[in-house]
């Protein structure tokens, strides 16, 4: 016949921390590093069509907002905060890169000057 172990007193399990202080920080860091990485830009003055793919890493930290309901659902909560956060403070720097390249660029291709 098997036994199973008796379960762990309650004093001695872990308590269960709440699964919402990790996207809440997330959030607030990708709205921050969002307006600090486009303010910090020189394309501050360009037209509000590059604000638009903000909405990518604004939905990542959004989908890391979904309870966990299985073990690795916090995890994958974790990871997507952190790659929409970093997205969100990245994208002005790497926008202006690429419109600087492709500016680069055409200018080589028409003769440059």
Known sequence: MNTTPPLAPAATRRPDLPWWPTPALFTALAVLGGAWGYH???????????????????ALVAAAWWPPSRPGARARGLALGVVGALAALTYAHLATFTLYTVALVLWAFQGGG
Do not use: E, M, R, T
């Open 40 to 58: 910090s830009s020189p394309i501050l003055h360009g037209s509000v069509w590059l604000v638009l793919p903000y909405a990518v890493p604004l």
